[in-house]
């Protein structure tokens, strides 16, 4: 007994610095909440404001905007870099010489893409007299400034989402190491296509793996900041363009000292994504596969 006693003890010294760092999401989490419902500058004491913040979210044109931007990225980025994630890993599935350096020249770009001097580097590449002007300027092709017209800055910055694919491919192999071969060599057996064991084989093995993947993506780009941010000084240009709804909080928040109204922002997006992860969650009895 006092053998167990002491093993609680040094369990509970080990979660210590966990319930430390709770209370750093705990309290700002319940303030939040509160000051959504008030009026406040961040110099002056916050006042009651009831439902006002939430009021002004339905003529808000900038929040719409903010919205509009925000789930053209998700709906077009998650999809297409999944894919591509799921194409490269099945590539590196058929036992490619060096796989372990390939894994982690593809997985480079996720750890990176965030980053300050990658989103930089983008605008350089992407920019008017950028890397790839110059290679369209060897065909005669004068190519527009992709980051700074309005017609191709969100474009650019999906084609770079869609770059970071190197953490679900990650995931996606390990899920493919795990399909027992014996499937596919009795499918080859009985004449079926590659396409037919890719349909009737893979997905279904493989749907969790995606379902997962998707999840964790669609929250992620949601939450996307840095990259409208640095790319458009902060401003969501050019034309509000990249305006993502994240960085039309900071706006509100840091620039405006509007926190009232950028902590009802901020519920607003818990609620959102919530939303679309539970529309998922009810959606995957229908198309993700559990063998037990």
Partial sequence: MTAIRRQDRAGYLFLLPWFGGMLFMIVPFFASLYLAFTDYDLLTAPTWAGLDNFRRMFDDAK?????KVTIIYTVVSVPLSLIVALAVAMVLDRGVRGLGIYRSVYYLPSLLAGSVAIVMLWRYIFGYNGVVNDFLAWFGIQGPGWAS?????????I?????????????FLAGLRQIPAMYYEAASMDGASGWRQFRSITLPLLS?????????????????????????????????????????????????????????????????????????????????????
């Fill in 149 to 157: 017209d309005p017609r191709y800055a969100l474009s650019t910055l």
């Fill in 208 to 292: 969790p793996i995606i379902f997962f993947n998707l999840v964790q993506a669609l929250i992620a780009s949601f939450q996307t900041f840095t990259q409208g941010y640095v790319i458009s000084n902060g401003t969501g240009g050019p034309g509000e363009s990249t305006l993502f709804y994240n960085l039309y909080l900071y706006q509100k928040g840091f620039a405006e000292f509007d926190m009232g109204y950028a902590s009802a922002l901020a519920w607003l997006l818990l609620v959102i994504i919530a939303g679309f992860t539970a529309v998922n969650f009810l959606a995957a009895r229908f198309w993700v596969f559990y063998d037990n």
């Fill in 63 to 67: 929040l719409h905007q903010s919205l």
């Fill in 159 to 171: 084609l770079l989402h869609i770059w970071t694919f190197g953490s679900p491919m990650v995931i």
